[in-house]
T-cell receptor, first 110, second 114 residues
Framework: DAKTTQPTSMDCAEGRAANLPCNHS???????VYWYRQIHSQGPQYIIHGLKNNETNEMASLIITEDRKSSTLILPHATLRDTAVYYC???????????FGTGTSLTVIP | DGGITQSPKYLFRKEGQNVTLSCEQNLNHDAMYWYRQDPGQGLRLIYYSQIVNDFQKGDIAEGYSVSREKKESFPLTVTSAQKNPTAFYLCASSIGLADVDTQYFGPGTRLTVL
């Protein structure tokens, strides 16, 4: 069962930062937060993951609240190619399954 | 190039026929997975395999079968017992049994049963 809540859709102006929120209020101590995105009719693409510290890579930043009950994925300078469905997933570090909900459909507007 | 390949990208079959979807990876990953995605929905796990010659059912295994004879291959057969086989099928792989076990996905196969 999906353990996360995300807004159904969001818009972002091209060149601006896209901030995608995710609530995971029932997260337990050994569960990681993962973010994937899926462009229409393609396989999901891994973006980033974290446990409790904020993380940054070449694609995005992940900000996790101190209580770990929510997180935000930040795309610092959104481009049209970032238009996709973004999935926030919580998963035990030894689990086998990623529970994908319906995610947030992000549209980057020129 | 390292990665996961799925073939074909589009597949059409007549109702009542079995069909096998291919998934190959050259990432030297131990674990492989099959998911199904229906329009506007998230992914649902069909089967997974953590090691060669071993696999487990996921949430929606009925009407599907798999084999794992080689580390790099995990084919999925959609049988005639699957009531609604038309869907987008995604294969993934991961290192397996690691503290952080990121799954990487193939491009998917869209199956249409006529």
């Amino acid at each position: 069962d999906a353990k996360t809540t995300q807004p159904t859709s969001m818009d972002c102006a091209e060149g601006r930062a896209a901030n995608l929120p995710c609530n995971h209020s029932t997260i337990s101590g050994n569960e990681y937060v993962y973010w994937y995105r899926q462009i229409h009719s393609q396989g999901p693409q891994y973006i980033i993951h974290g446990l409790k510290n904020n993380e940054t890579n070449e694609m995005a930043s992940l900000i996790i609240t101190e209580d770990r009950k929510s997180s935000t994925l930040i795309l610092p300078h959104a481009t049209l190619r970032d238009t996709a469905v973004y999935y926030c997933i919580v998963r035990e570090n030894t689990g086998n399954q990623f529970y994908f909900g319906t995610g947030t459909s992000l549209t980057v507007i020129p | 190039d390292g990665g996961i390949t799925q073939s074909p990208k589009y597949l059409f079959r007549k109702e009542g026929q079995n069909v096998t979807l291919s998934c190959e990876q050259n990432l030297n990953h131990d674990a492989m997975y099959w998911y199904r995605q229906d329009p506007g929905q998230g992914l649902r796990l069909i089967y997974y395999s953590q090691i060669v010659n071993d696999f487990q059912k996921g949430d929606i295994a009925e009407g599907y079968s798999v084999s794992r004879e080689k580390k790099e291959s995990f084919p999925l057969t959609v049988t005639s017992a699957q009531k609604n086989p038309t869907a987008f099928y995604l294969c993934a792989s991961s290192i397996g049994l690691a503290d952080v076990d990121t799954q990487y996905f193939g491009p998917g196969t869209r199956l249409t049963v006529l």
